[in-house]
């Protein structure tokens, strides 16, 4: 199956999707209402794409979007799928896919932490890997790398020489 | 801001035996990196874990948003120390394809010759750190005798012994230099050479057969399920390959057969990394003997510092020794990347899976489990 063919099932089986082939074998697919990712997930999985490679956000900050981006795999058909869910930046609120992928956990646990998107069903969105903080979460694009270290460790530029 | 103090905590006391929880690791001779779980124990036998990451977090992806496309190959080979090159080659993949670039034939097979040097490198490195979690410290130091003669080959090709910056958007950046390859396959017959004492150190000697069987078992279902890659998925008798299945490189052009072990526990996973390291040294024959001859190596870039991707977002996978990297790349058309993001290829053994497999096992085979699924602290903080 080419990745056109997987295009044209998934955009016809699922109402909310809208697959596009893109290179030699990836699917750019866009869900259409997020609040249905994780049925969608399940749906894009029985067709074939059994492993989850990476799960991320992207900071759209001039189009108040977070996009959530879930890059698939299929070991049966080998294409890739990246899927895309744009949500609210104002009110970030998503699914849970733990229940498609136990490893997601994981990565929304980190996504929660560096992006502060809420996923909704995890269980523990405790902070993995920044200890104590208390600015707004680090990987968001309006975060000022240079006034928060200066703030914290009293840090200064080099001067030029 | 406030310290954080830790202490060993006591949770439960009766008049037979105390429940403690323990740090295993960041110090702790059975951890290879900054990295460790906090288990709770009652005696000998972990009853629960706890993941705590982030000594080694270095803010990578945040990094690489504030520098140019190149400037950043000299971050990248440092997500990973033992195995570099496979963050810089899918990097440059990423742009090339947003790009549209096709990269000269003999770039592409010094890719496959730095990714196959290093999954060497690398393999040694975990052979021996396997070795050494049994208390064989011998077969991990002289496996180390052989990483280096392969570093000190790197050294000669790309000028750095660990961060090579050698693959570049575009192609590599040094053609191979007089005699080096003929010195590499003198190299290639010592290692191989050595695996006879490997076998009879470790892959053959009873004592670790015992001590690795039914450690961590795994069926490829749930290996699929869990996200497993690379030798550990392969040791559950699951055939998936990058190299194979999404080819990249000199790949397409190059002859060869991925091996699968049956079994699914430690000892699988040890002769499964024993067999891709005798594949990787014949991979490495095979691509000095189909080496091409031109002198073009890269193409033009023009301004470095100049050098833009057109928008668009991709997601570029390479086979490492651990399993599949990946890179997804974000470019808004800018000077620098919108968005990088780095799959690292243990994450999922390491934050998910120990939550299942940790809880009923001894403390003294934590860290066999943690070097059996090969479990690198720098995959999960970047």
């Not at chain 2, 991990?140 to 012994?161: P, Q, S």
């Not at chain 2, 870039?301 to 990946?326: I, Q, W």
Request: proline share 6%.
């Amino acid at each position: 199956m080419t990745n056109r063919d997987m295009a044209a099932k998934i955009a016809g089986g699922w109402s909310d999707a809208e697959a596009v082939p893109r290179f030699h074998n990836q699917i750019e697919v866009t869900c259409g209402n997020p609040d249905t990712i994780a049925g969608m997930l399940h749906y894009i999985q029985s067709l074939g794409f059994e492993h989850m490679s990476n799960l991320t956000c992207v900071d759209w900050l001039e189009e108040n979007r977070f996009d959530v981006t879930y890059n698939l795999w299929s070991y049966k058909y080998k294409i890739q799928a990246t899927v895309k869910a744009g949500i609210d930046r104002g009110e970030p609120k998503i699914p849970t896919v733990m229940d498609v992928w136990p490893q997601a956990q994981a990565y929304e646990q980190e996504i929660h932490e560096m992006f502060g998107v809420d996923f909704i069903g995890n269980p523990d969105l405790s902070s993995l890997f920044l200890h104590n903080w208390k600015d707004i979460p680090p990987l968001r694009k309006d975060f000022d790398t240079e006034a928060y270290s200066k703030e914290a460790y009293g840090a200064q530029r080099n001067k030029e020489v | 801001m406030e310290p954080v103090f830790y202490e060993l905590t006591k949770l439960a006391q009766n008049d037979q035996y105390t429940t403690y929880e323990m740090f295993f690791g960041p110090n702790h001779p059975g951890m290879h990196g900054n990295f460790g779980y906090v288990v709770e124990a009652v005696g000998a036998t972990v009853v629960k874990v706890r993941v705590n990451a982030g000594l080694l977090h270095r803010g990578f992806e945040k990094l690489m948003e504030t520098k140019g496309w190149f400037q950043n190959l000299s971050l990248i080979p440092r997500i990973c120390v033992v195995d570099p090159d496979p963050n810089e080659v899918a990097y440059c993949m990423a742009a090339e394809r947003l790009c549209g670039m096709e990269i000269p034939e003999k770039a592409k097979y010094l890719r496959s010759l730095t990714l196959e040097m290093s999954r060497l490198t690398s393999l040694l490195m975990g052979m021996g750190a396997l070795g050494a979690m049994m208390g064989l410290y011998s077969s991990m130091y002289r496996m180390m005798t052989d990483r280096d003669y392969v570093l000190d080959l790197f050294e000669w090709l790309t000028g750095a012994r660990i961060y090579h910056i050698y693959n570049v958007p575009g192609g590599v950046r040094r053609d191979i230099p007089d005699g080096f390859l003929a010195k590499l396959t003198e190299v290639l017959d010592t290692l191989e050479y050595n695996l006879k004492e490997w076998d009879n150190l470790v892959f053959e000697n009873p004592v670790v057969h015992k001590r690795l069987t039914g450690i961590g078992y795994i069926t490829a279902e749930e290996a699929v399920h869990y996200g497993l890659v690379g030798p550990n998925l392969r040791a559950t008798g699951f055939l998936a390959d990058v190299r194979k299945d999404d080819p990249y490189a000199a790949y397409p052009y190059l002859d060869f057969e991925t091996p699968v072990t049956h079994g699914g526990d430690a000892l699988a996973r040890a002769v499964q990394v024993r067999k891709e390291y005798e594949m990787s040294i014949k991979l490495v024959r095979q691509i000095i003997k189909k080496m091409p001859k031109s002198k073009e190596i890269r193409l033009k870039a023009g301004n470095t510092l100049k050098f833009v991707v057109p928008p668009g977002d991709t997601y570029a996978r390479v086979e490492s020794s651990k399993g599949e990297y990946g890179y997804y790349v974000v470019s808004d058309g800018g000077l620098k990347p919108y968005r990088v993001s780095v799959r690292g290829p243990s994450l999922p053994a390491g934050l998910t899976l120990c939550h299942k497999h940790l809880p009923g096992m001894d403390i003294s085979d934590v860290a066999i489990w943690m070097a059996s699924y090969a479990v690198c602290p720098p995959d999960i903080d970047r």
